[in-house]
């Protein structure tokens, strides 16, 4: 009997493939890129394998903040950067913006093969929180973009991590904007596991506002594990050449999150007040900073009119500045600690930080997932709107509650299981069709079997 049911399972497999050709596509915890090891949380640090990983990067928004592209999407000019990003010695690059219609094939397996990984913000200008009216703007329309552009990119195993929002929070009298950004990162943490995708980290890059940014790391960090952040990031300008590691302030950081427990990272630095040397990345990757930060990402890569760029770009030549040969030398100069680099395992969540006058949360409710949005976590989400679109301020339906704590946790599979919209060679298996003069073989054997089988 055994021998017979082995035979009808393989044939009743074989059997399936008949017809048209099929297209089946795999999770995105497969690697959907060229090869490099996925990136994962563990404890207050990220890991390559069994490896630390340090961010070692910069911002990357060819036409500034100004000209919304998506340089992802424009394999000619990521072509001609890769080379310049391979020259600095860097393993990450943030993107601020994509189309998440377009395909972004070819840039992220080039990136791959150089090694390179993407930090990601999910949000565009017209498909994101507005800080000024967060509760209308955290809707189903723009959830369920946001969460068309983690379809987009879960595949890549060179997707580093997602950014759920970046300096929503920029003064005190907008951290009530807070829990909606929170409820932002809860929900994209539930689609991802929803998809079955792998554990992509997400998590908040905050400005660089002194005043509350603290409350902020540990209110992101803090309630039941569906609530809290994978990661925490920051803008950092306070270190101005020349300067210190206590000179800056940086050290006095240090001490304040050495209690942290989950990655945290520059997601911006590099003042120009005096002029770049950089030498505060002999600090970041040193053992004074590596036992509480996962080093930081340097803004920014091309000259936009604001005087960080480290290259001038003209069509597909590139211009090297002074910058970029002071980074690359600081690079050179600073290898990663040996080992763990002082990193922790302990995942305790943070105590959720008390209503003051820098800080306007009471308490540590969350809005609700808005319920035209729940669909999205069993059914997917379906084409991005990309660039255009009418945006998602203004539009859909809100949250209509508070949400129990764990709700965001993963409760079920969508039937999707990880599809992507973008059909290419990279991110997807196809199976050859069958036709059923291929099967006649099989029938006969597992016919001839089964009266074999009859006359034992």
């Not at 609530?227 to 001490?255: E, H, I, L, M, T």
């Given at each position: ?257 050495s209690n942290y427990s989950i990655p945290l990272f520059l997601s911006e630095y ?187």
């Open positions: 009997m055994k021998t017979s049911t082995t035979i009808l399972a393989a044939s009743t497999a074989t059997a399936v493939l008949a017809g048209p050709t099929q297209q089946l596509v795999p999770r995105a915890s497969s690697t959907g890129s060229a090869s490099v090891p996925t990136v994962t949380v563990k404890g207050n640090a990220f890991y390559a394998g069994q490896d630390r990983f340090y961010i070692r990067g910069v911002d990357y928004q060819p036409g500034g903040s100004s000209q919304v592209s998506d340089p992802i999407a424009d394999e000619n000019g990521c072509n001609r950067d890769i080379s310049e990003f391979q020259k600095l010695g860097i393993n990450t690059v943030r993107v601020y913006t994509v189309d998440n219609t377009a395909n972004h094939d070819a840039c992220m397996n080039a990136l791959a093969k150089a090694g390179i990984y993407l930090a990601l913000d999910v949000n565009t200008p017209k498909y994101s929180l507005n800080r000024a009216e967060p509760k209308e703007s955290y809707n189903d329309v723009y959830l369920q973009n946001i969460f068309a552009t983690i379809d987009a990119f879960a595949k890549y195993s060179n997707t580093l991590l997602f950014f759920s929002g970046n300096e929503v929070i920029n003064s005190d009298n907008t951290t009530t904007a807070a829990p909606y950004v929170k409820a932002v990162t809860r929900d994209m943490k539930q689609y991802i596991g929803s998809q079955g995708y792998r554990s992509i980290p997400v998590g908040y890059s905050a400005a660089d506002v002194d005043s509350n940014r603290y409350e902020m790391a540990t209110y992101m960090n803090c309630g039941t594990d569906d609530q809290r952040s994978d990661f925490f990031a920051f803008n950092d300008y306070s270190w101005c050449d020349p300067s210190s590691f206590q000179q800056s302030g940086w050290s006095a950081k240090v001490q304040q999150y590099g003042c120009i007040t005096n002029g770049r040397q950089f030498q505060e990345v002999a600090s970041l990757y040193s053992t004074q900073m590596t036992n509480v930060y996962s080093g930081g990402l340097v803004y920014e890569y091309s000259q936009e009119g604001n005087g960080y760029g480290l290259v001038t770009l003209n069509g597909n030549s590139v211009s090297e500045d002074k910058d970029f040969s002071a980074l690359q030398a600081a690079y050179k100069k600073t290898p990663n600690p040996s080992g763990d680099g002082g990193a922790t395992s302990n995942g305790a969540a943070s105590s959720c930080p008390a209503q003051s006058s820098t800080w306007d949360v009471s308490n540590d409710a969350l809005p609700a997932i808005p319920v035209p949005a729940e669909k999205f976590m069993t059914q997917g989400a379906g084409k991005g709107q990309g660039l255009g679109g009418s945006g998602s301020q203004d539009a859909g339906t809100g949250s209509s509650g508070t949400a129990t704590a764990g709700s965001g946790a993963v409760t079920a599979t969508s039937a999707n299981k990880g599809a992507s919209n973008s059909g290419s060679a990279a991110s997807s298996v196809m199976v050859p069709s069958m036709s059923l003069a291929s099967l006649l073989p099989v029938a006969v054997v597992f016919f001839s079997t089964l009266a074999g089988a009859a006359l034992l």
